[in-house]
């Protein structure tokens, strides 16, 4: 079992920046791939970002690409979304999440192929 906390959301001006965190439970962290996603009202959960179990890869979709940052401490069982330049559309709930089998490039935007989820985080951007 994994249980996942999201943390660092809140109010931030267009063109500020963020820090969410994702701090995990369980000892098979180190294991597992892991992704960000959000949902705006009224939308589907989409795919922000994911990276693999040692940190080795990341993959970002295309419209967080050059702003935004994941990358993880396996040790701590943490993983992070630097988010720079923020814009009013990136207003949405964050969620990570754990892949604890096999994912690929094709599926790794996929909600499905995570098993477990956080919370969610609030993050509000003004113009």
């Known amino acids: 079992q994994v249980q996942l906390v999201e943390s660092g959301g809140g109010l931030m001006q267009a063109g500020g920046s963020l820090r969410l965190s994702c701090a995990a439970s369980?000892?098979?962290?180190?294991?597992?791939?892991m992704g960000w996603f959000r949902q705006a009202p009224g939308k589907e959960r989409e795919f922000v970002a994911h990276?693999?179990?040692?940190?080795?890869?990341?993959y970002y979709a295309e419209f967080v690409k050059g702003r935004f940052t994941i990358n993880r401490d396996n040790a701590q069982k943490k993983v992070f979304l630097q988010m720079n330049m923020l814009k009013p559309e990136d207003t949405a709930v964050y969620y990570c999440?754990?892949?604890?089998?096999?994912?690929?490039?094709?599926?790794?935007?996929?909600?499905?192929?995570?098993?477990?989820w956080g919370q969610g985080t609030q993050v509000t951007v003004s113009s």
């Open positions: 369980g000892r098979a962290f180190s294991s597992y791939a």
């Open positions: 990276i693999t179990w040692n940190g080795g890869d990341t």
């Open positions: 999440a754990a892949a604890t089998g096999m994912i690929t490039i094709a599926t790794m935007t996929q909600v499905a192929k995570y098993d477990y």
